[in-house]
């Protein structure tokens, strides 16, 4: 560990199509003020060299930028990016590594921890610094976000921990920024991958991912039958938002499951979810209450959704939402 | 196959309450069950040793009362099930759940594949499987859905990607976490249940798996939970009075000075 706060930040940014995620943008400015607050510094680590915004990730808050010799950024490489990314942090040691929860998060991150020897705090919703005891406090929901738990490390490093898609705000870019490009050359045949992949399958029914969406719309069985789905359907097309389910719909084959929001489906936190016709049973509960802004449409004044929407509105759905569309569609255009 | 199915036991209702004298969870009186995403593991784990004549251990780490969610999955048709138990493995976080695991895998014998759940509900992070792969110096595959083909070095499998689906070959032994899509668990037969009654289920303690129990527990884990607390709701939610329109007109109102849309 270095003398000062927190030794290096790191971020690893993630690409789609050769650019950096929204959500690694975000991170990257928490951990520029993180970093201002205790004097260290932050780098973003890409792990491709494809990436068209490099420029960016400094305009953002990053004072170095390692470009790691990457393979395809869509495709497989989970055996060379651990490798990588355990190379690289033992040779410049940072004191914090932080990921988003998506799919790094769920399998190259923890294999980086243990081949580092220190743990992770998953699925964060906010990293604070704690000046007195020089750790970072990393705030995560347990128990389907009915409870929350404050993580830290007394005494591994580095300090490891994956953060929820939206937990914090993409900032302003400051132009004037200028970041370090650091190339790391790896030698990519020393890595014998014991996975291979074979093929891939894209899904096209799913035009906005449901985990990365800024707004989801949520219809649950109180729409009564499959074809009432384009109900939802056109709201969620006319805010951009992506189409999310209770389990029931789903159980009866109304729509894919991999639109189920819950317990056994996925865990979403966007700044706007809309449930209609969703009751709000506690394994529902579980994969959305950490999002920002919550709009419940119920019939049922009693619907336990109304305790924790942030605006409830009693009523028959197939009145509100379709009303709803049009407004929205008149005042866009 | 030599299948291991890694199990945890949880609570059956994820409503749960803080002492409000100790502020730590009230755990007390709570049923208990297996981890719901853990039974697609079982199953997946059960087929595949129906398909290759091979057999099902089941593990979990937990205090006594974890017993009975291992004689549940032999109730299921898993063939053997050993409890990792030890005053010392309180209060462990992923990296030291993993740590033991590996453990009491190597310990064990040889093995083919391992399952994982996706997720467990309580702790709900989806790191156990991964750092215990990495634990075991072996391959590991995220949220399959389906497996495709099981070879005597490798198994083929389907798992969910970002963008759809992706097909991996990994070669064996290795680690995978199974998504809910994978299969429909089936039903404990009367017959499994008898069998689970009088089946034989070994305890083994940190000094029978070799693990030095300062490396495990609260006091040995990488991270440490410092507080726990409810989280702040933002105030009572705000209901909509009037008409579909006037509720509408309401609520676009709001969400445009809150800039939501
Ligand atoms: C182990 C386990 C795991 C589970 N995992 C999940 C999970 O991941 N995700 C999940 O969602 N569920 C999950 N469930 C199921 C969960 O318990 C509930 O059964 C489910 O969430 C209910 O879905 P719903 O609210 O759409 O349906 P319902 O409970 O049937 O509610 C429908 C609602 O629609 C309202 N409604 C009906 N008609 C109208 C109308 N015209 N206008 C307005 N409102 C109307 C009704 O008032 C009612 O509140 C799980 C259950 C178990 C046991
Ligand atoms: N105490 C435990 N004993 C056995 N397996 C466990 C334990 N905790 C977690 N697991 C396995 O790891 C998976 C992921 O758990 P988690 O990382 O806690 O979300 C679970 O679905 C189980 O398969």
Redesign the interface.
């Given at each position: 560990m270095t003398a000062d706060g927190l030794g290096d930040i790191w971020v690893i940014a993630e690409q789609?199509n050769g650019h950096t995620k929204a959500a690694s943008y975000a991170l990257i400015g928490r951990a520029r003020k993180l970093a201002d607050e205790c004097q260290s510094r932050v780098a973003a680590v890409c792990l491709s060299q494809g990436v068209a915004d490099a420029g960016q990730l400094a305009a953002f808050g990053a004072d170095r930028v390692y470009l790691l010799d990457g393979p395809v950024p869509?495709g497989?490489n989970?055996?060379a990016y651990?490798k990588e990314l355990v190379d690289l942090a033992r040779r410049d040691k940072p004191g914090v590594i932080l990921a988003t929860s998506?799919?790094l998060g769920?399998?190259?991150i923890?294999?980086v921890?243990?081949?580092l020897?220190?743990?992770?705090?998953?699925?964060c919703i906010s990293l604070d610094y704690d000046a007195q005891n020089r750790i970072l406090?990393q705030t995560r929901?347990?128990?389907?976000?009915?409870?929350?738990?404050?993580?830290?490390?007394?005494?591994?490093r580095p300090q490891i921990a994956t953060v929820r898609p939206h937990a914090f705000k993409k900032g302003e870019p400051n132009s004037a920024r200028q970041g370090e490009m650091i190339r790391v050359d790896f030698d990519r045949r020393s890595v014998t991958a014991?996975?291979?992949?074979?093929?891939?399958?894209?899904?096209?029914t799913e035009k906005v991912?449901l985990d990365e969406a800024e707004?989801v719309v949520c219809g649950g069985r109180g729409l009564g039958k499959a074809e009432n789905f384009g109900i939802v359907a056109e709201l969620a097309e006319v805010?951009g938002a992506a189409l999310g389910t209770s389990r029931p719909p789903v159980d009866d084959g109304w729509i894919p499951?991999?639109h189920q929001v819950g317990?056994?489906?996925k865990?979403v936190s966007p700044?706007?979810y809309i449930a209609c016709g969703v009751a709000g049973a506690?394994?529902h509960l579980?994969g959305m209450q950490?999002s920002?802004?919550i709009?419940?449409i119920n019939e049922d004044p009693k619907a336990p959704i109304?305790?924790?929407?942030?605006?409830?509105?009693?009523?028959?759905l197939f009145?509100?939402v379709p009303?709803?569309t049009k407004?929205?569609r008149e005042?866009r255009g | 196959m030599n299948v291991i199915v890694c199990i945890k036991q949880v609570p059956a209702k994820i409503k749960i309450e803080i002492d409000p004298k100790t502020g730590t969870l009230a755990s007390g009186g709570v049923d208990r069950a297996i981890n719901p995403p853990d039974l697609y593991a079982l199953e997946e784990g059960i087929r595949i040793k129906e398909r290759t004549k091979g057999k099902v251990t089941v593990l979990t780490i937990g205090p006594a009362k974890a017993d009975e969610s291992l004689r549940e999955a032999i109730g299921y048709g898993a063939d053997e099930a050993i409890l990792l138990s030890d005053p010392a493995f309180e209060g462990s976080d992923t990296w030291a759940t993993s740590h033991v695991l590996a453990k009491a895998i190597k310990k064990s014998g040889q093995f083919d594949l391992v399952l994982c759940g996706k997720q467990s509900i309580d702790g709900e992070t989806g790191q156990v499987g991964p750092m215990l792969a990495e634990a075991l110096g072996v391959p590991f595959v995220s949220l399959v859905n389906k497996i495709e083909e099981l070879g005597q070095i490798s198994i083929k499998v389907m798992r969910m990607s970002d963008e759809g689906h992706q097909l991996i070959e990994m070669m064996l032994p290795g680690v995978i976490n199974v998504v809910k899509e994978i299969n429909v668990p089936r039903i404990p037969s009367l017959r499994g249940l008898m069998v689970a009654k009088k089946a034989k289920v070994p305890v083994w303690n940190a000094q029978e798996l070799g693990i030095d129990p300062a490396v495990v527990g609260s006091a040995g884990s990488p991270t440490r939970v410092a507080k726990v607390f409810f989280p702040q709701r933002p105030g009572k939610s705000e209901m909509l009075q009037g008409n579909p329109e006037s509720q509408v007109d309401q609520l676009l109102e709001k969400l445009r000075q809150t800039k939501a849309i």
């Open positions: 789609r869509d497989w989970d055996d651990v998506g799919a769920l399998s190259v923890p294999r921890a243990v081949a020897d220190t743990g992770v705090a998953a699925n406090v929901p347990a128990f389907g976000g009915s409870l929350m738990a404050n993580v830290v490390f007394p005494n591994k014991k996975t291979k992949l074979l093929n891939v399958v894209k899904d096209l991912r707004i805010l499951y991999a317990q056994t489906g865990t700044r706007l506690p394994q579980a950490t920002e802004i709009v419940a109304f305790e924790v929407a942030t605006y409830g509105m009693v009523g028959d009145k509100i009303l709803l407004k929205l005042t | -």
